[in-house]
């Protein structure tokens, strides 16, 4: 299936679609390809709002745009496998069952099926700045984020580990 029919999908079953994928196999590309996507989807949301900070502040865009990034192509994978394995050694901790992988991809899947919205939120960021819509889009995008993120996990951890 498409990344964008599984992205889709993902809003209506996350645990169905983190199923199929698993089933897919131990597949580490799949896996790093579905996290450096998802933080260059991050890096391009960050645009509007750095465009419009930029303007507001009447500082050159350049190395705003350098720092995120560094901070989401060079810094953010990093802490993403950091957070996946600290997030299967709690789950191992609460009686999961699962690999290491299943973990990466539970939390790499969930940020890129998330990523629509965090996009809307670079929009919203860019568009309309700081106040109530930023912080309500926000917020939805990280309750999403956190839904996928957790629904997968649950369903990786469930899935005994390959030999």
């Not at 089933?23 to 509007?48: I, K, Q, S, T, Y």
């Not at 600290?86 to 009686?95: D, E, F, M, N």
């Amino acid at each position: 299936m498409a990344v964008t029919s599984d992205i889709v999908a993902t809003y209506r079953g996350p645990r169905r679609v983190v199923r199929r994928i698993l089933a897919g196999g131990h597949r580490e590309d799949r896996a790093l390809v579905f996290l450096m996507a998802a933080c260059v989807l991050l890096f391009v949301a960050r645009w509007p709002g750095l465009a419009r900070q930029a303007h507001l502040e009447e500082v050159d865009l350049n190395p705003l745009m350098g720092g995120a990034l560094m901070g989401l192509l060079f810094i953010a994978p990093l802490v993403m496998y950091a957070l996946a394995a600290l997030s299967h050694l709690v789950a191992r901790i609460l009686g999961g069952a699962g690999s290491w992988f299943g973990a990466r991809i539970a939390l790499f899947w969930a940020l890129l099926a998330a990523s629509p919205l965090f996009l809307l939120n670079g929009l919203v960021a860019g568009f309309i700045g700081p106040g109530t819509e930023l912080k309500i889009v926000g917020a939805l995008a990280l309750a999403i984020f956190l839904w996928f993120w957790i629904a997968g996990l649950v369903e990786a951890e469930s899935r005994p580990a390959p030999a």
